[in-house]
């Protein structure tokens, strides 16, 4: 089993990232220890969250795949959190966060990961994006989701912890 991040449902095939479980599992967990360090505004922090949200350990695996246009975009401020989630990459590259790992994330596969990742980014326009994708999500929330409690952080990680906990934490304990 697999999963696949596109741009669109249409987008060519050449475009989508196609990873392992493991490896989509790696590469949500640099996002999202880049993200957490980085995020400011509240559109921000939640995009991380969305992201964490595809946990396989919860989900299953094999189900998390998603395209950029589903994600909960702010669209009025689509083009800035483009720019934020190019500083992510960037913090990926620079190994952000990764000091809290108990392994070291295979660099090539990263690398191919986030340059890919930026070119949807840089290919994905307002045109593209689900319209009501932001309140839709919110409006499946409960009262006591973390987004709603100030965007809590998981301590051992500091990644922003999701309805399930924290996505690295959920990781460890299933490898035990």
């Known amino acids: 089993m697999a999963n696949t991040i596109g741009r669109t449902k ?3 095939q050449e475009e989508w990232l196609s990873f392992s479980n493991g490896a989509t599992d790696l590469f949500l967990a640099v996002l999202g220890l880049s993200g957490s360090r980085l995020a400011q505004t509240q559109g921000e922090k939640r995009l991380i969250v969305w992201l964490l949200e595809r946990d396989q350990s919860v ?3 094999g189900t998390v795949g998603f395209d950029l246009c589903e994600m909960p975009w702010e669209i009025p401020h689509l083009q800035e959190q483009i ?3 190019m500083r992510v990459l960037d913090g990926v590259e620079a190994h952000l966060g990764w000091e809290c790992l108990d392994f070291t994330p ?3 596969f990263v690398r191919v990961g986030t340059e890919k990742f930026r070119k949807m980014l840089s290919r ?4 593209d994006l689900t319209p009501d994708a932001l309140s839709l999500w919110m409006e499946a929330m409960e009262e006591s989701d973390p987004v ?3 965007f809590p952080k998981c301590p051992k990680h500091g990644i922003f912890l999701t309805v399930w906990g924290c996505y690295l934490c ?3 304990s299933e490898n035990h």
Not at 124 to 127: D, G, P
Request: hydrophobic share 30%; proline share 5%.
């Open 10 to 12: 249409d987008s060519p």
């Open 59 to 61: 989900l299953g695996a």
């Open 83 to 85: 720019s934020f989630f």
């Open 106 to 108: 295979n660099l090539d």
């Open 124 to 127: 994905l326009k307002t045109k």
């Open 148 to 150: 709603f409690r100030g």
């Open 170 to 172: 959920n990781r460890e």
